[in-house]
């Protein structure tokens, strides 16, 4: 491959090189730009020659600036950057800037399980939601035992799954911040995946209640409700009796389950998360603009898509604001970032956390750098709403859902609302939730070849001009709906690679 780099946006003065392997001193792009030392690929190469102070310029913004003068061909490393100010939450443009709407996508279908109050899921599972940690060991081994012994009398079920988690007792449940992991538990043991019907496992002395998980109406959990186990029940003696009656009540559900049946379904019943994790430089040139492309077609289509990740999203806030479809929506964003700027504050944290080790071997020197490649996740479309932390998404169109961005954390908060993930990498991880499926999408050619049994969909191609933008949003686009239709299975499903649950608890631990 000749010398080879990709220049965001006409304003950069840095570009990141494309070649595989990097490219020694003394290479030369055919602009004539040639290499004063070895760069890494992914990494920055000086377009130009800067001066201490000098502001650095990437995706047309400014990422930092120069700590000392820097020659054009020289690699632009995270040291030679000082991180700049966030910008302020006060005096943003809003709503000054609301695209158009999309032009309407029709046509579009998806094989789905249709529940009763008009939620649609991807999945067939049984759910086993657990109040507190100290469950946890009996439910995964009552699973082990139904996934064997029940579940393959019941072919129309894809899975059972153990909702388990680290909250439930030790911690101030009636702390503000408490409502996060409640309402985050809440609204994934009723998701549509589990066919909105909960089986529950308490101990129960511990202070999250089933009562107090499912308060209203709609999952009336009591003392008697057969799809409540609860193991300090004296009528349960030793643990074999405790596990029956897991399996009684799972093999009640499994029954009900077994019933459902895929039938099509508009696109507009997705509700489709987008996450990051292990990101890279390119990132925010190949997969994230893709997966953008792929949201505002299914915005066009109906459906609801989520970006989140606030640390992720707070640097490039001045871009997000103009697009909201009000002033309200704007200002709830702003308020999102707020409460999470003073969450770090009062743990002595700040942005400059993020990026990690791996980002920053993939080329991204900051946060800024990381965020503004973060957002093309979030397409071209208006923002409609916006969901503050463990609530659920119930707008179409675009919606920014505040999560930690976290991966583990931020998936599992996003579990909340969505029926289908959709995963970019640059580095590569195996992640995976056993709930909804994820669809995993490289930013590099050479991690989708390293990893071709983890990787489903290579954006890659993108940087070296096999493929456009297009192209590959499109390809995506096809792909949600043949796996939410089942027709199409994600390598982590097919491994089985399935995260434990970790929902975001920003209250006091006892």
Known sequence: ????????????????????????????????LTLTERIPQSHKVALRDFNQGDAVIRYGQIIGHATRPIRAGSWVREDLLDLPAAPSLDGLPLATAVPPPLPKLEGYSFDGFRNSGGAVGTKNILGITTTVQCVAPTVDYAVRRIRAEMLPRFP?????????????????????????????????????NLGDAPLVVSLGCEKLQPARLFPDGGFPILESDPYLIRL????????????????RAAEKRLEQLTRRHRTACPASDLVVGLQCGGSDAFSGVTCNPAVGYAADLLVRA??????????????????????????????????????????????????????????????????????????????????????????????KGL????TPASDFVCGTQQLASMNMHVFTTGEGTPYGLAMVPV????????????????IDLDAGRIATGNASIEDVGWELFRCILDVASGRRKTWADHWGLHNALAPFNPGPVT
């Open 1 to 32: 491959m000749d010398p080879l780099y990709v220049q965001v946006h006409a304003r950069d003065n840095v570009a990141i090189l494309v070649n595989p392997e990097g490219l020694p001193s003394g290479a030369r792009f055919p602009d004539g």
């Open 156 to 192: 129309g079920v894809d899975d059972v799954v153990a909702i388990t988690h680290t909250y439930g007792c030790g911690v101030a449940i009636d702390a503000p911040g408490a409502a996060v992991p409640i309402n985050t538990l809440r609204h994934i043991g009723s998701h549509p």
């Open 232 to 247: 300090q029940n004296e009528t349960l003696h030793g643990f074999g009796d405790i596990i029956a009656a897991i399996m």
């Open 302 to 395: 109906g459906a609801t898509v989520m970006f989140s990740e606030v640390t992720e999203v707070r640097d490039a806030i001045h871009l997000l604001t103009p697009r909201a479809i009000n002033e309200d929506v704007a200002r709830s964003l702003i308020r999102e970032m707020k409460w999470y700027d003073d969450y770090l504050a009062r743990g002595g944290a700040d942005r400059s956390a993020n990026p990690t080790p791996g980002n920053k071997r993939g080329g991204l020197s900051n946060v800024v750098e990381k965020a503004l490649g973060s957002v093309a996740k979030a397409g071209s479309s208006a923002l409609m709403a916006v969901a503050s932390q463990g609530e659920r998404v119930t707008a």
């Open 399 to 402: 919606v920014f859902a505040a």
């Open 439 to 454: 669809i995993k999408v490289s930013s590099r050619t050479a991690l989708a070849e390293r990893w071709p049994d983890l």
